[in-house]
């Protein structure tokens, strides 16, 4: 099967600009995830999806960084305007469902979107 | 307090020596998933194990195997006859279905392995 996609693999944009990250998870996922991964530190879940609607986005900077997940299936994420501490690696993860002692629930990531804010 | 906690920041191992990554969680749901993944250089996340909650036996895949102590609340994780392809971050990670099925990561620890 085909593995989780993300675009673009790397961008960089001076700070107060804008910036849009896709993901297109694996064909029949449910749960969309998008993490914010800065150097030398673990993921940090930014925001989830189940389906079209949201999990939860309690760690989302709402003031600059937006998400949707149009149909339920493919999601993009903003950030606007940019700022230096938000160069990170962005990483998108899906999975089939929601079962939180189930292995067949496993996250399956992409291979992340790197931003560099000067 | 933290989900997850990884004590090692980095470790280093002799290439086919055996290596244990260590990892304890904080939870009070009875039902929950402890992961490890894998993050190599080129940033992607790999799967690599998987342990239950309710799973009487630790999880093995192929060189893997999770040395789960419930009461302890320790999902650590065992890499047996370590290869030179195994130098990366390696994450523990946590899934609550009451906290509406967050995973919670670890910091991670750095394993390089030397020939």
């Known amino acids: 099967e085909a593995g989780v996609a993300q675009s673009p ?6 700070k107060r600009q804008s910036v849009a990250f896709w993901c297109n998870p694996i064909s029949g996922h449910a749960t969309l995830y998008w993490y914010q991964q800065i150097l030398g530190q673990g993921p940090k879940l930014l925001i989830q999806f189940q389906n079209n609607g949201v999990v939860d986005d309690s760690q989302l900077p709402k ?8 149909k339920g299936v493919d999601s993009t994420l903003k950030i606007q305007p940019a700022k230096l501490e938000d160069s990170a690696v962005y990483l998108c993860a899906s999975s089939f469902g929601t079962g939180g002692s189930s292995g067949a629930n496993v996250l399956t990531f992409g291979a992340g979107s790197r931003l560099t804010v000067l | 307090a933290q989900k997850i906690t990884q004590t090692q920041p980095g470790m280093f191992v002799q290439e086919k020596e055996a290596v244990t990554l260590d990892c304890t ?14 993050q190599p250089s080129s940033g ?42 195994d ?5 523990c990670a946590m899934r609550e279905p009451y906290t ?3 995973f919670y990561f670890g910091t991670g620890t750095s394993l390089t392995v030397i020939p």
Request: aromatic residues 18%.
């Open chain 1, 9 to 14: 693999r790397y961008k960089i944009i001076e």
């Open chain 1, 63 to 70: 003031d600059r960084f937006s998400a949707e997940r149009l």
């Open chain 2, 25 to 38: 969680y904080d939870t009070s749901d009875p039902s929950y998933g402890l992961f490890w993944y894998k």
């Open chain 2, 44 to 85: 992607e996340m790999i799967f690599l194990i998987y342990q239950g909650s309710y799973d009487q036996q630790n999880a093995t895949e192929g060189r893997y195997s999770l040395n789960f102590q419930k009461a302890r609340k320790s999902a650590n994780l065992v890499i047996s006859a370590s290869q030179l392809g």
């Open chain 2, 87 to 91: 130098s990366a971050m390696y994450f």
């Open chain 2, 100 to 102: 509406g099925n967050q």
